[in-house]
T-cell receptor, first 115, second 112 residues
Framework: NAGVTQTPKFRVLKTGQSMTLLCAQD?????MYWYRQDPGMGLRLIHY???????AKGEVPDGYNVSRLKKQNFLLGLESAAPSQTSVYFC??????????????FGPGTRLTVT | QKEVEQDPGPLSVPEGAIVSLNCTYSNSAFQYFMWYRQYSRKGPELLMY????GNKEDGRFTAQVDKSSKYISLFIRDSQPSDSATYLC????????????FGDGTTLTVKP
């Protein structure tokens, strides 16, 4: 099992450019999440999905869009990148069930710099 | 005020020391309490999680939850240099959406 993988690992964008971050999981998890992590600010939830075809906004959704067309994939899009979106982006997944509410599995992250 | 406050650190201890990492929270609806370990330039990995109050032990690690005080702790016994990492506490509600609220993390260095 590869677990949760993220593509790409690093990227440098110019202000105004667009890009898509891909998250894939092979654990058949229902729920998937996108976070950003900035120094001193912990992990902040951008968007999440509770199943194929469904998405919802998290704490900091502005400037981002997501899609969950397949159960195993969760895409995060930046339509017009801004320097404030320079961050490390983590994807996570977890299985369904209240007993599993705490068990999120994280990918290795994507380091994005917007100049 | 943040829902979850974590002792900011950084924390530096000698090898073999007992380490205490702590978080407080304000929302009494939280039911699941987690500790994640994050090595430098890696993703967080789940270390321990607890449902409701009480203690949970796993090897050198013990997680404690005191819901009456809204306080959680992670104790590391016989700390090792390999324990050097950032530790994140996280909490979630007892719902299927399972969104977690994270603390900002405490960076621990264990010196040989």
């Amino acid at each position: 099992n590869a677990g949760v993988t993220q593509t790409p690992k690093f990227r440098v964008l110019k202000t105004g450019q667009s890009m898509t971050l891909l998250c894939a999981q092979d654990m058949n998890h229902e729920y998937m999440y996108w976070y950003r992590q900035d120094p001193g600010m912990g992990l902040r939830l951008i968007h999440y999905s509770v199943g194929e075809g469904t998405t919802a906004k998290g704490e900091v959704p502005d400037g981002y869009n997501v899609s969950r067309l397949k159960k195993q994939n969760f895409l995060l899009g930046l339509e017009s990148a801004a320097p404030s979106q320079t961050s490390v982006y983590f994807c996570a997944s977890r299985p369904r069930g209240q007993g599993a509410a705490g068990e999120q599995y994280f990918g290795p992250g994507t380091r994005l710099t917007v100049t | 005020q943040k829902e979850v406050e974590q002792d900011p650190g950084p924390l530096s201890v000698p090898e073999g020391a007992i380490v205490s990492l702590n978080c407080t929270y304000s929302n009494s609806a939280f039911q699941y309490f987690m500790w994640y370990r994050q090595y430098s330039r890696k993703g967080p990995e789940l270390l321990m999680y607890t449902y409701s109050s009480g203690n949970k032990e796993d090897g050198r690690f013990t997680a404690q939850v005191d819901k009456s005080s809204k306080y959680i702790s992670l104790f590391i016994r016989d700390s090792q240099p390999s324990d050097s990492a950032t530790y994140l506490c996280a909490m979630s509600y007892n719902t299927n959406a399972g969104k977690s609220t994270f603390g900002d993390g405490t960076t621990l260095t264990v010196k040989p």
